[in-house]
């Protein structure tokens, strides 16, 4: 089953597969929205994943320095990393 989420714009089997997936985004009512939204999509599947939702605002470094030590603190390892930050930046 392969299927694009279109909040996040990635594909939906990550965690299909059970993997944890970790949305850090700088607005959190809209990356809680899309976590609800996955975690409904996936919710009969058996051996589904957890979706959790981080604070990370990339213009700003003490964001990015807090989220990358709450990482570090909670998560053992990062297999796959999914950027779609400024995807839709128009020049």
């Not at 965690?15 to 996936?42: F, H, M, N, S, Y």
């Amino acid at each position: 089953m392969q299927f694009l989420h279109s909040s996040l714009h990635f594909p939906v089997p990550l965690p299909t597969a059970g993997a944890r997936v970790i949305i850090a985004c700088r607005d959190q009512k809209k990356a809680e929205l899309a976590a609800d939204d996955i975690r409904l999509d996936t919710r009969e599947v058996e051996g589904a994943g957890h979706v959790v939702v981080v604070s990370l605002d990339l213009s700003s470094l003490a964001s990015v320095r807090q989220c990358a030590q709450h990482l570090l603190q909670t998560e053992g390892n990062i297999h796959i990393l999914v950027n779609n930050a400024g995807k839709d930046i128009i020049f």
